[in-house]
Every structure is written in structure tokens, then in C-alpha cells.
């Protein structure tokens, strides 16, 4: 995977750069994740994002918002084949992943899905998986990701499936790195997104008053979860923070006109103390 290009100021119409993935399509390298936003809040959201300059949307079966995702992209003043739509099948799904991926369609209300993903590893993971594929072929999903597959996931997964994944979603955040992960699942080709990339709600506040990362935003008169996106950006991660706060929205995609050094970087990596915000 290439360094990706970061000095793009966003504006409605200059979006958010993209990265290639292994399939040929263009995922934009930050995006809205919509955990724990529904109803018309969502819809609300995800239309305001759009509307500033956010191409790229995560949902789930899980998260019970696919239908107000959907309503929100249409809502939006931009044509939907320029937004980028990732949504997910929960393993209790994965015995008629078929059927899941046509609801998760109707929910939606859109044509195709960008992205259909796993949440999460599971004995029948590669049947799903599969049915993802066929999906790809019938032209309702374009691409597929997985979610939580760390080293250990991976390597049993790899192997049973004959088209990579295009994308893996985990656990990175200045307390939790990955930073044996990462490099792993980017030798393979495989953009790496994060989820939890402010710490995850409970945390985020916390992560913010560290020392360190408010010096840092000091330097560049930034805020620290600018100074956080940056950094994982700069590792080439595609962080999806998730916010229906349109001041912190708008925060949050403001982090493409300033570069943080190598002892920038350095002095953030020391922060990692495996402190994982989630079971999986
Ligand atoms: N695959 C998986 O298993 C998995 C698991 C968890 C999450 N996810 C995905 O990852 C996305 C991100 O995770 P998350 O939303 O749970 O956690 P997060 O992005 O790490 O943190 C969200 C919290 O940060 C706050 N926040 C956002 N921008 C801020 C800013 N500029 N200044 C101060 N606070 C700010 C939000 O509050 P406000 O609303 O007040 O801005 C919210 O409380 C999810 O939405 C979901 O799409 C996937």
C-alpha cells in the first residue's frame, strides 16, 4: 500500500483524498463512523458530513442504522456513487450471509454496498465470506473487508479464502497501536482502518488530557484529536472517528494541512501500554 497523499485541504468540493485498494477502487483515507448514532440524529449526521466534505460512512447490521445511513446519503447534496459505503454482517448472520447482504441492501435503500464486511472472526467466517464474493459478482457489493482479525486471525483466514480482503477494521488508538499488527496486515496490501480511533466513547476524554499529545497539538495549534488522526494517518490508517457533534465533525477533517516529525511520531508510539478499549 502507498504513503498516502496528505496535503489536501478540504473542501465540499475537494473532498477527503483517496487511497487504491487491492480491488481497484478508491476508499477515502478518513471517514464518519456511526456507531451509536440512529434515528434522525444519524440520518442528520451522516447528511452534514457528506454535505462538508466526508466521502467515506461505516455502518453495521449491528449498530441498527442502515436505513437511516441510507436516508442520510440520499439526504446529502452529493451524488451517492461519489460516497463510499461500508456496512457489516455480525457473525450471527454469517449461516444465511446471502440473505443478510439483500436486507442489509433494503435497509440501505441504495443500489450496491461500497464495502460489506466481517465484524468479526467466527467458525463459518469463510462461508460468509464467500457468499460476500458472490455478492461482488451479482454486482451488489463492489469490495470486501474484515473486522478484528489480528496476526493470529489472519494467517487461519488467509488461507481459506481466494480473494484477499480489501481492507482490515481494528482496534488503534494512542493506548492500543497494533504496531506489530499494522505493518503485518500492510504487507499483505491490506489498508488497515481503525476503529476506536479517539480511544471509543468513555475514553476519549481521558486520551485527550495526555500530556504528550497536548504538546504536541500545542506545537502545530492544533487540538489533540487532530493530532491523533494525523498520526494514523501518517502510519497510513484510515481513521473513521465517530461524532454527530457537527463542530467536532468538521474538527476532525481538518488534519491535512499540517505534518507531524519523526519525534512527533516517536514520542506518540511511546504512549502505547496495550490498553485495549474492547473484548474483540
Ligand atoms: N468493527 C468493530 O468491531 C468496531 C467497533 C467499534 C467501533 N467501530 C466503528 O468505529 C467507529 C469509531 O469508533 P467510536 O465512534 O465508537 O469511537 P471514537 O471514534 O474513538 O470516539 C468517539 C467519541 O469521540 C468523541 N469525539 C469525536 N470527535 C471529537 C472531537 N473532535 N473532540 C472531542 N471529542 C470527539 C465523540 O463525541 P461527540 O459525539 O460528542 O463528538 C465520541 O464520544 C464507530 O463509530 C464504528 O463505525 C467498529
Known amino acids: 500500500?502507498?504513503?498516502?497523499?496528505?496535503k489536501v485541504p478540504i473542501t465540499a468540493a475537494a473532498p477527503v483524498p483517496t487511497v487504491r485498494l487491492l480491488s481497484g477502487y478508491e476508499l477515502p483515507v478518513l471517514g464518519l463512523g456511526t456507531y451509536a448514532i440512529t434515528g434522525e440524529k444519524c440520518v442528520n449526521t451522516v447528511a452534514a458530513a457528506i454535505n462538508m466534505g466526508y466521502r467515506l460512512i461505516d455502518s453495521a447490521s449491528f449498530y441498527g442504522n442502515e436505513r437511516e445511513v441510507g436516508n442520510g446519503v440520499r439526504r446529502?447534496?452529493?451524488?451517492?456513487?461519489?460516497?463510499?459505503?461500508?456496512?457489516?454482517?455480525?457473525?450471527?448472520?454469517?449461516?444465511?450471509?446471502?440473505?443478510?447482504?439483500?436486507?442489509?441492501?433494503?435497509?440501505?435503500?441504495?443500489d450496491y454496498i461500497d464495502m460489506m464486511l466481517l465484524h468479526h472472526p467466527a467458525h463459518n467466517d469463510s462461508e460468509a465470506y464467500a457468499a460476500i464474493e458472490r455478492a461482488i459478482k451479482a454486482g451488489k457489493v463492489r469490495t470486501a473487508g474484515i473486522?478484528?482479525?489480528?496476526?493470529?486471525?489472519?494467517?487461519?483466514?488467509l488461507p481459506k479464502v481466494t480473494v484477499k480482503p480489501d481492507l482490515i477494521q481494528n482496534e488503534v488508538h494512542p493506548y492500543y497501536q497494533d504496531m506489530n499488527v499494522v505493518p503485518f496486515i500492510q504487507s499483505h496490501g491490506i489498508v488497515v482502518q481503525s476503529w476506536y480511533p479517539l480511544g471509543g466513547r468513555g475514553y476519549t476524554a481521558k486520551l485527550i488530557k495526555n500530556q504528550t499529545l497536548q504538546e504536541i497539538a500545542a506545537v502545530h495549534h492544533k487540538s489533540v484529536v487532530q493530532v491523533i488522526l494525523r498520526w494514523q494517518l501518517q502510519r497510513g490508517?484510515?481513521?473513521?472517528?465517530?461524532?454527530?457533534?457537527?463542530?467536532?465533525?468538521?474538527?476532525?477533517?481538518?488534519?491535512?494541512?499540517?505534518?507531524?516529525?519523526?519525534?512527533?511520531m516517536a514520542a506518540i508510539a511511546a504512549l502505547d501500554c496495550h490498553e485495549k478499549h474492547d473484548w474483540y
Open 1 to 6: 500500500m502507498g504513503i498516502f497523499n496528505l
Open 76 to 110: 446529502a447534496s452529493v451524488p451517492r456513487e461519489q460516497v463510499f459505503v461500508q456496512t457489516k454482517l455480525y457473525p450471527n448472520q454469517y449461516s444465511y450471509a446471502e440473505l443478510a447482504i439483500d436486507e442489509a441492501l433494503s435497509k440501505l435503500n441504495l
Open 147 to 157: 473486522s478484528c482479525y489480528y496476526e493470529r486471525e489472519l494467517s487461519a483466514f
Open 237 to 264: 490508517i484510515v481513521p473513521i472517528p465517530g461524532s454527530s457533534n457537527p463542530a467536532h465533525l468538521k474538527e476532525n477533517l481538518e488534519v491535512f494541512d499540517f505534518e507531524l516529525s519523526p519525534e512527533q
